[in-house]
């Protein structure tokens, strides 16, 4: 029976490699043709990605003459170009008007959702939920593609552990095992099987590399990392997306150990093409091949050479292969077979996603119709929604709320609908979206009465205001005067039995170009939730935030947390589902919470010291702080449920393992609180001794289980030798003998301990 199943699978395997080399070589074949046809300018224009503004402007330049580019051939592809309509209209003109006919590619910052936003990815993230956040990704691309679009800049995944950096919004957060997980999915999500079919759309993993890694966390900065550190701890989401098949790269802005990545051989060559066998092709981001000459690496025609030579194949808006490229053929500093393997591959990627047999494949009106925010994709981003917040606190059971009543809402951000999408909603309309307040009145209408007071501004800082402002008002400053609005929030939260403030960060206070060196609230919230507190009324916090806040003072004062982070079109509503009890949270933080700025960088998986400090007991010529103690506020893995879950029992099933070996880890999880809800079981592992020093823990492994009230489940986890292999001083990636500790838990720092030997 095995043998038989085993034979048939493997029949299916040679049927499946087969077929993909029989279309690999059919795209050859087509490629060679139209290649040999394309003029020396033609083949160039393949590799100039151009946006003639109308999106979001994500740099300080705007493509020029754009349809005349088109005309004469020297654009390979756009973005910014929003709306079927519009795409068809340009396709059109590539199509029809260009001497080869060759179709563009259409590219968009598809981010967490399309026009149906759901949340930001780092919220996506606390989901843990590997298939969900998939299928957000697959309806991101359904609804991409039924308005034109072929292709997504995401996932965006960037190890990120420095909240100061405003794009930690856009990734999965700190942990290199949770990020691949989600970068795999995200693939998989937008490619769906097969890219030529009409609901799917390239993928383009980025950014290439090592971007959240940036010195002080501010944003562009350089990065200077071992190599063991970068194999070990910021690769694996990247390489995890090329093997899941991610179309495109788009290459980072910062520089790597002195070169910039968009012109870094090492990176776009021989790591991403000769190890790791990559095959789409490599975008830069926004002008950053010219941006290589602020990093001093020569003029515009210096740096594009150099670009070109690393690997890089398509220049996004900066034109510096359109202009340069040929000057530097004719001076022998590139080389014809380097402009056509670029060309090749944009070539490729159009062929992948069905252009040349129907350049209107993604433009068909029907879909559009059908397709773009529909009623079933608004559904689903609610369900996702309530996946993804992370109670932090919750003291004397206070959530869920009771549906009667008289309830205070309040805070800038209760009533605040050009904040509920999130940073890089740049085809989301927030005027769809369901605020705090609309979600409430819709839960509650005709069972309590809800006091609404905005309370105070996110900030009362008009310069700060002015920054954030950029893509219109997130910060908005009311005309009223800052004790006004605290009087009649005070006013309001005396009438109720309970005050649900809203509060934390406008969407614009995270994302590009949106760095912090303050996280904790800013002191016009703090002066509410003061003013709040003498009312003696119980608070819920609702924290609206894209990273990590700095919160340690509300967490000692106010009884209960919940972190929602920027929840998408259907924030309110999901919201009010989760602090009413209608969903059992289940979040878990992918991003530790630090107790003050000081303690930035922090993250779970850190490397023990020689001078190990004892949990937070302070020790003279020890690693710690005379001011603060080491453990963060809220650790990686942390989030709370409405009920209460026990661990025991840890087991392992033997205590030594030979590499062709396993070993079977089991813990018993209860569910000993009043409500039924998922828990997601966590595995951490310690290689106790090695050839280099290892982290404290890593996560390896975690899984999400749903118990009824009372009920109790044995959840195992199989320990096999790949989970103990890493990269070595030698980049060797290999298990080294020795003991290993193993932790099962509800969060990075609660865990049940058990330990087995590795033999080798
Ligand atoms: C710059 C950003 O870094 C990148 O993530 C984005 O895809 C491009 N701009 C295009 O908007």
Redesign the pocket.
């Known amino acids: 029976m095995m043998k038989g199943l085993q034979r048939l699978l493997l029949a299916l395997l040679v049927l499946v490699a087969a077929t993909a080399q029989s279309q690999d070589a059919k795209m050859k074949v087509f490629v060679d043709a139209l290649m040999k046809k394309m003029t020396l300018e033609e083949k160039i224009g393949q590799l100039n990605l151009l946006t003639p503004g109308g999106g979001i402007l ?2 300080a330049v705007v493509s020029q003459d754009v349809d005349t580019k088109i005309r004469n051939g020297q654009v390979g592809g756009l ?1 910014g170009v929003i709306g079927m309509e519009k795409i068809k209209t340009v396709q059109t003109i590539a199509v029809t008007q260009t001497r080869l006919k060759i179709p563009l590619l259409f590219g968009s ?1 598809v981010i967490h959702g399309y026009k149906t936003t759901f949340p930001i990815p780092l919220g996506l993230a606390s989901s843990w939920d590997i298939p969900l956040i998939q299928s957000t990704a697959a309806a991101a691309a359904n609804e991409a593609s039924a308005d034109g679009l072929n292709w997504a ?1 995401s996932p ?1 995944v960037d190890i990120a552990r420095d909240p100061r950096w405003g794009r930690v919004a856009e990734g999965a957060g700190e942990d290199p095992y949770l990020g691949s997980q989600v970068s795999k999915a995200m693939v998989r999500g937008y490619q769906g099987n097969d890219l030529s079919k009409n609901n799917t759309l390239m993928a383009c993993v ?2 290439f590399a090592l971007y959240g890694a940036a010195e002080a966390g501010r944003d562009y900065n350089t990065t200077d990392m071992s190599l063991v550190k970068m194999y070990n701890e910021y690769l694996p989401p990247y390489k995890a997306a090329v093997d899941a098949g991610t179309g495109s790269v ?1 290459s980072s ?1 910062n520089e790597i150990n002195g070169v910039p990545a968009t012109g870094n051989k090492w990176l776009l060559t021989d790591l991403l093409r000769k190890q790791w066998g990559f095959k789409g092709f490599v975008v830069s ?2 002008t950053s091949l010219n941006e290589m000459m602020d990093h001093g690496m020569g003029d515009l025609q210096n740096c594009s050479a150099l670009a070109l030579n690393a690997g890089l194949d398509m220049d ?1 808006v900066g034109e510096g292969f359109l202009t340069t490229i040929k000057k530097s053929l004719a001076e022998g500093k590139v080389t014809l077979k380097t402009i056509d393997d670029a060309c090749r591959r944009i070539l490729e990627a159009k062929y992948k996603l069905g252009l040349f047999e129907d350049p209107f494949r993604y433009c068909n009106e029907e879909r559009m119709k059908s397709e773009v925010m529909n009623a079933e994709v608004r559904k689903f981003t609610r369900e996702a929604a309530r996946h993804t917040f992370v109670l932090l606190k919750n003291d004397n059971q206070l959530l869920p709320l009771k549906k009667t009543g008289t309830i205070a809402l309040i805070g800038p951000l209760a009533d605040s609908r050009e904040n509920m999408l999130g940073t890089w909603a740049v085809s989301g309309d927030s005027k769809y979206a369901v605020t705090v307040l609309e979600g409430f009145k819709n839960m509650l209408s005709g069972r309590a009465e809800i006091i609404y007071a905005k309370g105070a501004n996110i900030s009362d800082d008009s310069a700060l205001a002015a920054h954030v402002n950029v893509f219109g008002p997130r910060i908005d400053i009311d005309k009223r005067s800052p004790e006004e609005m605290i009087d009649e929030a005070v006013a309001a939260a005396n009438k109720a039995q309970v005050v649900v403030l809203v509060a934390g960060e406008a969407s614009e206070m995270s994302g ?1 170009a949106a760095s912090r060196t303050d996280l904790s609230l800013p002191a016009s919230q703090k002066r509410l939730i003061a003013a709040l507190q003498k009312t003696g009324k119980p608070i819920v916090m609702v924290l609206m935030s894209g990273r990590p806040q700095v919160i340690e003072a509300e967490s000692k004062t106010v009884p209960a947390i919940i972190e929602v982070w920027h929840p998408g079109t259907e924030a309110g509503n999901a919201v009010a589902d989760v602090i009413f009890g209608d969903y059992n949270p289940s979040g878990k933080l992918t991003m530790t919470f630090p107790r003050n700025m000081g303690q930035i960088p922090i993250y779970y998986a850190a490397k023990s010291t020689g001078r190990p400090n004892d949990g937070d007991n302070f020790g003279k010529f020890k690693s710690n702080y005379l001011d603060a103690p080491n453990s963060p506020l809220y650790p990686f893995g942390y989030g709370l449920s409405y009920t209460k879950f026990s661990y025991s029992d840890l087991r392992l099933s033997g205590n030594t393992m030979k590499a062709a070996e396993t070993i079977t880890a089991t813990v018993t999880v209860s569910n000993t609180g009043n409500y039924d809800g998922e828990e997601t079981v966590q595995l951490y592992i310690r290689d106790l001794v090695g050839t280099i020093g290892r982290p404290l823990k890593e996560l390896k492994g975690f899984q999400k289980v749903f118990l009824k009230k009372g009920e109790s489940k044995e959840i195992s986890f199989v320990i096999n030798n790949e989970l103990l292999k890493f990269y070595n001083a030698s980049l060797k990636y290999d298990s080294e003998p020795g003991k290993f500790q193993v932790f099962i838990g509800t969060n990075s720092s609660e865990t049940k301990r058990g330990e087995f030997e590795l033999v080798k």
């Open positions: 994500t740099g973005f910052d800049f965006m980025k950014h788009m802005f981001d926004y996004m590009e």
